[in-house]
Each structure stands twice: as structure tokens, then as C-alpha cells.
């Protein structure tokens, strides 16, 4: 089966580390922009191509403009490979300007051993098939994203119904609709698939600068059980911090942005 994610993620090589890639309207996120995450993911998926290694282990994704709907070409290059992790570049260009610059590492997962020690848990919610879907007929002018991926909540958000909570701190459930099973490459873009939580502090929207995303594991099967939330607002810029849990209550993925809020 061919998973609109797979085909939406393509990349077709060139020469000299560049490939062509086209950005659809099909992960449209808040203002009607390619969402950060499908961007970074697209990069990962060039960069994968020259790496002796199979997994993303840890991502730095730098957001130089907005993504563009159309063709574009990733340009990577491999700065080092040693015996168990490889670090290379990727760029994104659209339409002749620079747009994303990632540094990467790659590793293999599957030969992650050592002590695991962990002081935090998995979000504690109810079976997602008991819970209504985020949008649950609403639409967003735009908002594309929510057509590819499930999201389940335990009650509406506030800024939702035109009454933000305060509190920018969410739990919730969350899969591919396609019924694409989730992977290290995939949870790149998991991390910055939801709205930013500082729309239940009343503003409008933030942007992304900064991302960075530590990949802790193989996700099993199954919906995704996340934890998002913002602590500080200052000047403007916010962080916003991320875990994901899989369906068997394993840490698999974290992930920090810096983003400006919009105004």
C-alpha cells in the first residue's frame, strides 16, 4: 500500500548528494503553510539515502523561511561516520532560497543497548476509540493536516471554542488516518504535528525557529500517546517541549522548539 505520507516524502536523486523533492498542500498547518514537521521530514528522507545507518537518532532543524507548495531539491552532505553513528547536512530549497538547514545523526536503533532509567511516565488517557476526534466536523481555512492525521482529546481545547484555557499544556492520542504505521522518520514530523499550545494563552499562532528532536526508539503499532506544553513566554518567543509514548508505554520520541508567536 502507498501511504499519502511515503508518496508526499519522496525524493528522487540527482547528483552530488541533491534530489528533487515536490511539497504538497497536503500538510498544510496553521496560515496555510507546509507544517515544519513534513518540511523536516522530507529533509531526513534525503539525508537517509547517504547514511550507513537506518534511524534519525538526534535532529536540528534550523527555519530560515516558510516552505513553498511545489518542487524543491534537498542538498545533504556527510560531515562524519564512525562505528555506530553518522552525522551529515541537509538543506531545503524552494524556489531558490534556503529554507530549512538540518544537522543530523543517524544511528541504528535496534542496537541501542545499555542501563534505561526513566523518571517520567506516559500521559495517563482513556483508549482513543472512546474519545471524539479533535476537529469532530469543525474546519479550519487552510488546515490540511488534520485530513492526514487523527487526533484524539479527551474534551475540546479552549481556543477552539473562542475561549482559551490558559493553560498551554495538552495530552492526547494521535495516528496517521491512512493507517500508516508510525517510525522514526515519521515521529520527526509527529513532534510538530499539533497546533501550538500557546493558542490556549490567547495568541494566534507561532512560527517555528528552532527544532530539535531526539529519537529514543522503534515505535510499536498503534496510536501514538502524547504530552505537549509551553512554560515560558518571553519577549515573545516561547519553548515548546514534546514527548511521545507508543502503544506499549515506551518513550520513543522528544523534541524542543523556540518559536515566535505571531502578531
Not at 516558510?66 to 534537498?74: D, K
Not at 479527551?154 to 495516528?175: C, H, I, K
Not at 520513543?252 to 518559536?259: E, G, K, P, T
Request: proline share 8%; net charge negative.
Amino acid at each position: 500500500m502507498a501511504y499519502v505520507f511515503d508518496t508526499d516524502t519522496r525524493v528522487t536523486g540527482l547528483a552530488d548528494g541533491r534530489y528533487a523533492v515536490e511539497i504538497t498542500d497536503r500538510w498544510n498547518a496553521l496560515g496555510n503553510v507546509p507544517n515544519g514537521g513534513y518540511l523536516l521530514a522530507i529533509c531526513l528522507r534525503a539525508l537517509a539515502e547517504e547514511m550507513p545507518y537506518p534511524d534519525p537518532l538526534t535532529v536540528s532543524a534550523n527555519y530560515l523561511r516558510p516552505g513553498v507548495v511545489g518542487p524543491a531539491e534537498v542538498h545533504t552532505r556527510i560531515a562524519r561516520v564512525g562505528r555506530r553513528i553518522a552525522t551529515g547536512e541537509a538543506t531545503l530549497v524552494c524556489q531558490g532560497k534556503e529554507t530549512v538547514r538540518v544537522v543530523a545523526s543517524f544511528a541504528d536503533l535496534d542496537q541501542a543497548t545499555g542501563r534505561t532509567t526513566l523518571l517520567g511516565e506516559p500521559p495517563k488517557l482513556p483508549a482513543p476509540e472512546k474519545l471524539p476526534e479533535l476537529m469532530d466536523g469543525r474546519t479550519l481555512p487552510g488546515l490540511t493536516v488534520v485530513d492526514r492525521v487523527d487526533y484524539r482529546f479527551t474534551e475540546p481545547l479552549g481556543w477552539m471554542l473562542g475561549r482559551p484555557s490558559g493553560e498551554p499544556s495538552w495530552e492526547f492520542w494521535m495516528r496517521f488516518k491512512d493507517g500508516r504505521p508510525a517510525d522514526p522518520l515519521s515521529l520527526s514530523f509527529f513532534v510538530d504535528a499539533m497546533a501550538p499550545t500557546v493558542l490556549d494563552l490567547g495568541e494566534l499562532g507561532s512560527t517555528t525557529v528552532q527544532l530539535t528532536v531526539y529519537l529514543r526508539g522503534r515505535p510499536a503499532p498503534g496510536w501514538l500517546a502524547c504530552r505537549v506544553g509551553t512554560r515560558y513566554l518571553t519577549g515573545g518567543f516561547h519553548e515548546e517541549d514534546m514527548e511521545i509514548w507508543d502503544s506499549t508505554g515506551t518513550l520513543v520520541a522528544q523534541s524542543r522548539q523556540l518559536a515566535l508567536v505571531l502578531g
